[in-house]
């Protein structure tokens, strides 16, 4: 014995001796198995060292002869003492360069595809064969009953996946298995190569336990690329852009036949590049990756807890959650990527997703940085990724600090902050502040929409605008923004705070037209001033609304005019179709004064103070023509009229009128109403060029007694004037030729004054009123020039009935005024009671060659009497003329006629010769009428007895020199009527009644009487 041991201990020993009588059979789990061996020696380092049995060539077969397991050289170990007492039961195993292939097909346990290699050319089943005796319990009737570690050096590891082909090749691999209470601990070290990538560390620690139920073990990963995963699939492709060198720890939890139930999985990684060709368009630098995932195979759950990569400008962390139902697979998760330079968007921006976002994105984003989350939502039916399908995909951004050129050519918003999401193709930014030119904008939204499908995609844009209306409206104003030049306002016109509401809609185009804005804007308006506003009427203190939206602005609020508050709407309409272009509505209390200064006719002296606006609307229709309605509250103001009508402030009054006007704001037409205490007037007037009064047509005017129609209408030399209806005042028709005689004289050349040098007249009254009575119904024609009455055709009825003529006889005019009841007409008119009957026949000629036109005619009146009157306030009565006559004769006689020649020139009227006579006494006149100061002085004789006392009047010589001449008679009374015409005082001279007729014109002061003329019948009135 002691030989064998100083043999074994100088070195190898050959035991080909032995191998025919070497235990070749034992049993296994899977059955009982034959070793054999092309060699076999022995090897003892010394005393305290195992003893050694190697094999080389070593092959296992089954019961059935099949070679399981093969390896090139296999070491035995035992226990010296075993050998000693005969039994050489080895106490581990070392496996020598095996070579290790595995399938892997991706179906079953990934465990069990590794281990469950076939192929006799491999060492695997070996393997196996020794995990399994390593599992069992020691004993001693199996040759390797008592091993308990199993290493395996200069191992060859090839693992070639099945679907791509792609092999992962260790060629230095170094394990151990070792048998302890738990079951065999496991134990391994080497590094993979990839094609021709570098090559990476894999360790490996774990446990497989005895009673085969769980493997659990711990690798780790160094230099691991997820490139060297692109070729495994056309899915994985993209993976061949992530140059990132991993590191990292697996947990793996598995059943005995290599089923996984959890993994946990933590990555580190350095410096590296992400590179994705057709999605980034930029390559990025890594600076650091640090991932956290789980997988639990009893829920079907796989879990990311984080993968944080950090690109050193920008940082991204993912997380989510995987699950499989038998439905399929989906996963939910959530991606984060934080600080990233808006200058560099286009860097992470993939090319495909959204390009018309992404191109707009790109042109007008610029500064500050943005953080963008995205959550999103795959699943797939079964396995098949050829039918994954995203599910959700949202995306959140928050930007700070970040400029948007919203438009080309407008004024960018500067300093934006805010958030935005992305989903179903549509990019809404809710913009929490920002600036742009001096105004500042807070709360804007942003929307980008249809960026999933094809182009063109829109933006619509809703800013919030604060800030001074000059910095708003200059804003407004930009040509490219497209409204309207005509409703905005030169900045320096205005003053105060504007909030506008501005919302934009265009497509994501860089050459954009106006034509392709949709534009919305709203504008809250506080202390708003508007110089020139409306003509030189400025706006003040305005507070209001103001809307531009589908070609139409509106503008509602309240302001002062000038200091007056008004209620003001104002609407604006662009639409090629549009009913108006411009409507103005206005309410409050304005003075009359401010209505000419707004640029409209005035109003003034007519109607002065203060007049309550009910309504005023001015609206311009699209060919340039406008209307002007108004309805007007003229309780504050005082009123007056051409026609002698005034109201005083306090009482009620209204009118209303519709006026219209040609491009350019050139009237037409004025339709008006107006109603106070006494009166109503209803009418047109209708306006030439220059704004010239042309025509005015009354359809009413009702105002005190007065009530008619007519038409006043412009001609080329004068007017023309038409009335009819049921009365006329006298005192009205005076103040309308006083007050057109005032217009004349104030404006030369003007409207009044061209009447005034020609106006025909045309009338027909139911009754023309005088202060007392009336003239009845009156109709015909006058034409007036300048106050002369160049013609007359005029037919009256009171007095039974007259007719005053004038007509054009050669340089002068032929008067003809006749009345068939003259006592009857003085009554009627209320100019005179207690004259009776006489038809009047007056007959005279203008002197139109004379600068003074004077009138010289000759009166005459039938027989008539006198008659004593109850008195009516306001008229005159002959009743102390009949008192004074009644000391001569009978003055209520009948008379037998009255003559007398007339003159007049200017106001005032000439009687001479003027004589009537009767049985009982005989009177003369002569004098002055003054017309203006509606006053006369008389002077005249009353002859007693005449029949008698003219006897000698009519004796030659002698005759007019005792009577004074015809109908003097050789005693008579001198008297004189002096006064107001209505109040006329009666002086009668009894001392003239014995004076000889020669000497009585120095009593009485009278002139005398021209001759008189035959009388022809032509003089006679018709």
Not at 445 to 467: C, E, Q
Not at 598 to 610: D, K, L, M, R, V
Not at 906 to 918: M, Q, V
């Amino acid at each position: 014995m002691t030989a064998v041991v100083l043999r074994l201990l100088s070195g190898p020993v050959d035991l080909e001796l032995l191998r025919p009588n070497f235990p070749n059979e034992f049993d296994t789990p899977d059955g009982r198995v034959r070793v054999s061996a092309l060699h076999i020696y022995a090897d003892w380092g010394g005393l305290k060292e195992p003893m050694r049995l190697i094999f080389t060539g070593l092959h296992v077969t089954d019961a059935r002869d099949r070679e399981i397991a093969s390896a090139p050289r296999v070491a035995l170990s035992f226990d010296p003492r075993s050998a000693v007492r005969g039994r050489l039961l080895p106490t581990s195993v070392v496996v020598d360069q095996p070579t290790l292939e595995a399938d892997m097909t991706r179906e079953g346990g990934m465990l069990q595809r590794v281990l469950a290699r076939s192929d006799s050319g491999s060492s695997g089943e070996f393997v196996d064969l020794l995990i399994e005796q390593l599992l069992s319990e020691p004993n001693y009737h199996s040759v390797i009953g008592q091993l308990d570690t199993v290493e395996v050096t200069n191992a060859r590891i090839s693992l070639r996946d099945v679907p791509s082909g792609v092999t992962w090749v260790a060629p230095d691999v170094q394990a151990r298995l070792k048998r302890d209470a738990a079951g065999v601990a496991i134990s391994a070290n080497a590094h993979f190569r990839v094609g021709t990538h570098e090559p990476f560390r894999v360790s490996l620690s774990g446990t497989y336990a005895r009673d085969r139920s769980r493997i659990s073990f711990e690798a780790g990963l160094d230099g691991m690329k997820p490139s060297m995963l692109a070729d495994l699939s056309p899915d994985t492709a993209i993976l061949r852009g992530l140059d990132i060198a991993l590191s990292g720890r697996l947990q793996v939890e598995a059943t005995g036949q290599g089923e996984v139930k959890t993994v946990t999985m933590e990555v580190t990684a350095g410096a590296g590049t992400i590179t994705l060709p057709g999605i980034l368009t930029a390559s990025h630098k890594v600076r650091s990756v640090n991932a956290l995932a789980h997988v639990d195979a009893a829920s079907h759950t796989a879990r990311i807890d984080h993968i944080d990569v950090d690109l050193g400008v920008a940082k991204t962390t993912v997380t989510g959650t995987g699950l499989r139902t038998e439905q399929g697979q989906t996963f939910i998760g959530r991606a984060e990527v934080k600080q990233i330079p808006v200058d560099r968007l286009g860097d992470y921006w993939p090319a495909d997703l959204a390009p018309g976002g992404r191109a707009w994105a790109m042109a007008n984003l610029s500064g500050g940085s943005l953080d963008v989350a995205t959550e999103f939502a795959l699943s797939t039916p079964g396995n098949d990724l050829e039918q994954l399908s995203v599910d959700r995909n949202v995306a959140f951004l928050e930007y700070r600090g970040m400029t948007v050129h919203y438009m080309p050519h407008m004024p960018e918003l500067q300093n934006v902050s805010g958030k935005a999401r992305f989903e179903a193709g549509t990019l809404h930014f809710d913009v929490a502040g920002g600036t742009a030119v001096g105004l500042a904008v807070t709360g804007a939204i942003i929307d980008m929409t249809g960026l999933d499908g094809p182009g063109p995609h829109y933006a619509s844009l809703r800013l919030p605008i604060k800030g001074t209306a000059p910095s708003v409206v200059a804003l407004l104003a930009r040509p490219k923004l497209g409204l309207p030049r005509d409703m905005l306002y030169d900045p320096k016109r205005v003053a105060g705070d504007v909030a506008v509401d501005l919302s934009l809609r265009f497509p994501l185009i860089n050459a954009l037209t106006v034509a392709e804005i949709d534009i919305k804007a709203e504008a809250a308006v506080s202390g708003f001033a508007l110089k020139n506003a409306i003509g030189d009427v400025d706006l003040g203190e305005a507070v209001g609304r103001v809307v531009y939206a589908n070609s139409q602005l509106n503008v509602t609020g309240i302001g002062k005019l000038d200091g007056n508050a008004v209620d003001i709407v104002w609407r604006e309409q662009f639409s090629p179709r549009a009913p108006y272009r411009q409507r103005y509505e206005l309410k409050g209390t304005v003075p009359a004064a401010l209505i000419a200064k707004a640029g409209f006719p005035s109003p003034e002296p007519y109607i002065a103070g203060p007049v309550g606006v009910t309504s005023l609307t001015y609206q311009v229709a699209d060919n340039g023509t406008s209307e002007l309605l108004g309805k007007f509250d003229l309780k504050g103001a005082t009123m007056t009229t051409p026609f002698g009508w005034t109201k005083t402030a306090g009482s009620d009054g209204q009118l209303t009128f519709a006026m219209k006007m040609a491009a350019g704001g050139k009237l037409a037409t004025a339709d008006f109403e107006g109603r106070a205490p006494s009166l109503t007037a209803k009418g047109q007037v209708r306006f030439g060029d220059n704004n010239s009064v042309q025509q005015v047509a009354v359809s009413q005017l009702q105002v005190g007694a007065t009530d008619i129609a007519g038409e006043w209408r412009r001609t080329a030399n004068g007017v023309d004037v038409a009335l009819h209806g049921q009365s006329l005042e006298y005192s009205r028709l005076r103040a309308i030729l006083k007050t057109r005689e005032e217009l004349a004289k104030a404006t030369p050349g003007g409207a009044a004054a061209t009447a005034r040098e020609s106006t025909r007249l045309a009338i027909q009254l139911g009754r023309f009123g005088l202060e007392q009575g009336s003239l009845g119904s009156v109709g015909g024609r006058v034409e007036l020039s300048g106050d002369r009455i160049a013609s007359a055709d005029i037919g009256f009825g009171a007095g039974k009935g007259g007719t005053f003529r004038v007509a054009r006889e050669g340089q002068g005019r032929s008067l003809s005024f006749y009345v068939a009841d003259f006592g009857q007409l003085l009554k009627e008119t209320g100019w005179l009671d207690g004259f009776v009957g006489g038809d009047l026949d007056l007959r005279g000629r203008f002197d139109d060659a004379h600068p003074q036109m004077p009138l010289a005619g000759r009166l005459k009146l039938g027989p008539y009497r006198l008659e004593k009157v109850t008195p009516r306030t306001g008229v005159g009565t002959l009743n102390s003329t009949i008192d004074a006559l009644g000391r001569a004769g009978n003055p209520l006689q009948q008379f037998d006629g009255l003559e007398a020649s007339i003159g007049k020139v200017a106001d005032r009227i000439e009687l001479k010769d003027g004589h009537t006579s009767g049985k009982s006494i005989g009177l003369t006149t002569a004098g002055i009428i003054d017309l203006a100061k509606d006053e006369a002085s008389l002077r005249g004789i009353v002859v007693p007895g005449f029949a008698l006392n003219n006897v000698l009047s009519n004796v030659p010589l002698l005759g007019p020199l005792l009577t004074g001449g015809k109908d003097g008679g050789v005693f008579a009374i001198a008297y004189r009527l002096d006064g107001p015409l209505d109040d006329l005082r009666t002086d009668v001279n009894m001392m003239s009644a014995m004076t000889p007729g020669a000497l009585r014109e120095l009593f009485n002061g009278a002139g005398g009487t021209p001759p008189m003329r035959t009388e022809t019948p032509a003089d006679r009135a018709p």
